[in-house]
């Protein structure tokens, strides 16, 4: 059974960080895409962040390139997003998700297994 569980959601400041953690369990975090969405209040699901199987290459949204980082720890089998900067726009429930294949990786469907998401409101 796959389970991701986020962690690290809470209410901060304009300016401030926040380290986002997601947990895997019944998958290795290496063997898949990993990647970050968030969910605006009354919008739609968004893609922000993405780190492939080899760890190697990361992408990112527009709104978010230059400060937020995503990685990995392999031994851990966690994937992480540390947000730097953070504005009120940022405020969403994030949300970890795996991938298999690299087709669609832009786009909720391109992912398989996600998981309950964790809030982040940044306060002005």
């Known amino acids: 059974q796959v389970q991701l569980v986020e962690s690290g959601g809470g209410l901060v400041q304009a300016g401030g960080s926040l380290r986002l953690s997601c947990a895997a369990s019944g998958i290795t975090v290496n063997a898949f895409y990993m990647g970050w969405f968030r969910q605006p209040p009354g919008k739609e699901r968004e893609f922000v962040a993405v780190?492939?199987?080899?760890?190697?290459?990361?992408y990112f949204a527009d709104s978010v390139k230059g400060r937020f980082t995503i990685s990995r720890d392999n031994a851990k089998n966690t994937l992480y997003l540390q947000m730097n900067s953070l504005k009120p726009e940022d405020t969403a429930v994030y949300y970890c998700?795996?991938?298999?294949?690299?087709?669609?990786?832009?786009?909720?469907?391109?992912?398989?297994?996600w998981g309950q998401g964790t809030q982040v409101t940044v306060s002005s």
């Open positions: 780190i492939s199987r080899s760890g190697g290459s990361t």
């Open positions: 998700a795996a991938a298999p294949w690299s087709g669609s990786l832009y786009v909720t469907s391109g992912y398989n297994y």
